[in-house]
Nanobody
Framework: QVQLVESGGGLVQPGGSLRLSCAASGIIFSRNTMHWYRQVPGKQRELVASITGAGSTNYADSVKGRFTISRDNAKNTVYLQMNSLKPEDTAAYLC???????????WGQGTQVTVSS
């Protein structure tokens, strides 16, 4: 019923850019706070960026100034624009939705981003 589907990952050189998308269905998208997390094997999952239903954003210090999270409520989609990519940005990027009305949250399967020369 609820689906979060990420896309846009791939291989990019250091300094390059990538835009990730997360298309949501089965939720009242406009009231969900949306998050991007990233996961590296052997490391704890890291919150990269968040955007509330009202459009308030937060970023991890490691990506501040390089990444931008945005949402298009008409398309039920959240984006992560990633610029000036570094090898340490390499990870599986996962989309998360949190509904503050119900306290339910949902996860996508992730999309792989690899930054390498």
């Amino acid at each position: 019923q609820v689906q979060l589907v990420e896309s846009g990952g791939g291989l990019v050189q250091p300094g390059g850019s990538l835009r990730l998308s997360c298309a949501a269905s089965g939720i009242i998208f406009s009231r969900n706070t949306m998050h991007w997390y990233r996961q590296v094997p052997g490391k704890q999952r890291e919150l990269v960026a968040s955007i509330t239903g009202a459009g308030s954003t937060n970023y991890a210090d490691s990506v501040k100034g390089r990444f931008t999270i945005s949402r298009d409520n008409a398309k039920n989609t959240v984006y992560l624009q990633m610029n000036s990519l570094k090898p340490e940005d390499t990870a599986a990027y996962l989309c998360n939705a949190y509904d503050p009305f119900t306290t339910r949250q949902y996860w996508g399967q992730g999309t792989q981003v690899t930054v390498s020369s």
